[in-house]
């Protein structure tokens, strides 16, 4: 599983031509989802992002979380960062979930993330999507589960 977090002012996604999910000071994360990720790896990954001291405190100092900031989750599945890029120029995703099995698992992570009572906005699955955001720093984080836990 991977999620790229952006810390955000702001962030919208757009599905033809409207305004699907807004939020203002949080995290945009893009999620990955490869066939061989679990309830447990999201768990994993879900308490990890929103861990992630990445907001300024009153020093200037990356101190704060999430939760410490009130912040909010936009929340886009995105099957591209399962890319293979290694042969040719045409990117393969062979190593990104299947888009039934994918679609579960997005749908738990926004599910388990609205139960710790982070105002959550989403994107739709397999849509076209548009994305607006104004990252704050910047500052976007990678977060890979094969690099983070070794899967059983």
Known sequence: ??????????ASVTVEQQ???KIGKGFLVLIGISDSDTE???????????????FEDSQG?????LESVQGQ????SQFTLYADCRKGNRPSFVNAGTP?????LYEYI???????????????????????????????ILLDSDELWTKR
């Open 73 to 76: 989750l936009l929340l886009i």
């Open 19 to 21: 305004v699907i999910g």
């Open 110 to 140: 926004i599910q388990k993330c609205r139960a710790q009572n982070y105002p959550v906005q989403t994107g739709k699955f397999g849509a076209d999507m548009k994305i607006q955001l104004l990252n704050d720093g910047p500052f976007t």
């Open 40 to 54: 447990e790896i999201a768990d994993k990954m879900i308490k990890k992002m929103t861990g992630l001291r990445i």
């Open 1 to 10: 599983m991977r999620f790229v977090i952006q810390r955000v002012s702001e």
């Open 61 to 65: 100092k990356t101190n704060l979380s």
């Open 100 to 104: 039934d099995q994918a679609n579960a």
